[in-house]
């Protein structure tokens, strides 16, 4: 019975767990290093994985910020990083930021005006000013335009309906109304805000297809442009209706540069929690934002794993000292964090093969089981046996 559970392949897996345990390199699906690092005090071993430059070359690379990084080893006792590579004391800024979906950017008008003629619509805002107003209701301010296209001027001075019109035409319908009040009224009138200019301002979400909406004024693609070739973007689309229009663009929600945190739950699944980048984090302030190592993190098993920058090298591994940057304030392994990098942080070693143990004795526990059940049922029901009884 224990020959068909070893070629079930459990006892494999227990086996692959506690070598990965014990200093082993047991990741068949990358790349990796297959000589053991010595283990750590204090702990079962120091498996952490250590990758290798596909091409050749040792696992160096530069990345798109300008400066370059190499995947450390863990020695001994600490982990010791390369002096160039970006950590809490040593930070670089990061490259202009790209805009993707769903990012959220807002924009804001420094100069909408529309192509004359313009005909005012309902929902408009206009800016109305009469001279020789009655002293007790001056004429002045913004006006809205109601829903059937009417303004309302006053108590006294009534409703007038400016709709379809242009500025002068409206000018000369609000002048004749007044003109039965008043003597000798002037007027001045101005579009403000436009409906179709409303549209434009404020946050907009990038779409799944990388556009952002501009109401009336049609759709605009911003997806891998920055904030300020995404303004001329729009800028030139805006130029077919508006005159020589001036808009700001900025990034209100950066919700497309994430940054991963990955807990080992020890043999029964990993968690995962999104994050997104700032450009100031560290492995320190990703892991206070998931509320700190839960109670199967082993704390001498922690690394960043930086995806490559290009399909012919290898991620790399840069294993994180736990204790010496949170007891020790060891500032070399509290590496600053970019776009894409995963924070993992594996369970207890002993955790992991207790439970794959489990998973493998599971099934001769139910089998003995079973079997002891079935030997009392046979006892209880089976055939009774006779008794002899001899008299003197």
């Not at 690092?37 to 430059?53: S, V």
């Not at 409206?170 to 409303?198: H, N």
């Amino acid at each position: 019975m224990l020959t068909s559970v070893v070629q079930s392949g459990w006892i494999t897996r227990v086996v692959a767990a506690v070598t990965v345990g014990v200093g082993g390199c047991a990741t068949p699906s990358r790349q990796v290093c297959p000589n053991p690092l010595p283990p750590l005090p204090g702990d079962i071993g120091g498996g952490l994985i250590r990758t290798a430059n596909v091409a050749g070359g040792g696992g160096d690379e530069v990345t798109p910020a300008g400066f370059r990084m190499a995947a450390p080893l863990l020695s001994h006792h600490k982990a010791q990083p390369e002096p160039f590579v970006p950590h809490e004391l040593s930070k670089v800024s990061l490259p202009d930021y790209v805009i993707e979906p769903p990012d959220v950017l807002v924009i804001n008008a420094a100069k909408l005006v529309p192509r004359p003629p313009y005909r005012l619509e309902p929902l408009d805002t206009v800016i109305i000013q009469a001279k020789g107003a009655l002293p007790n209701e001056p004429l002045s301010g913004e006006y809205v335009i109601e829903p059937e296209g009417r303004v309302n001027l006053g108590r006294s001075y009534g409703t007038v309906s400016i709709t379809g019109l242009t500025a002068d035409e409206a000018k000369g319908v609000i002048e004749k109304q007044l003109k039965e009040i008043l003597a000798d009224p002037t007027v001045y009138i101005a579009p403000s805000r436009t409906r179709p200019l409303q549209q434009i301002i404020g946050e907009h979400l990038v779409r799944p297809d990388g556009k952002v909406s501009l109401g009336t004024y049609g759709f605009v693609s911003v997806v891998g442009l920055t904030a300020l070739q995404a303004r001329q973007v729009i800028e030139n689309h805006l130029s077919a209706y508006l005159l020589n229009p001036v808009v700001s663009v900025d990034v209100i929600a950066y919700n497309s540069k994430i940054i991963y945190v990955i807990y080992d739950q020890g043999g029964t699944g990993q968690t995962i929690i999104r994050l997104p980048v700032t450009g100031n984090d560290t492995v320190l302030d990703v892991i206070g934002q998931v509320n700190g190592l839960n109670s199967v993190a082993s704390k001498r098993r922690i690394w960043v794993a930086r995806p490559a920058r290009s399909p012919a090298k290898m991620c790399q591994i840069l294993p994180v000292d736990w204790v010496g940057l949170t007891m020790e304030a060891r500032t070399d392994t509290n590496y600053q964090l970019f776009p894409g990098d995963r924070v993992y942080v594996q369970a207890k070693p002993i955790i992991t093969a207790t439970t794959y143990l489990n998973y493998a004795l599971a099934p001769i526990e139910r089998l003995f089981g079973f079997t002891l059940l079935g030997s009392g049922v046979v006892q209880n029901f089976g055939p009774k046996g006779t008794t002899t009884t001899t008299t003197p």
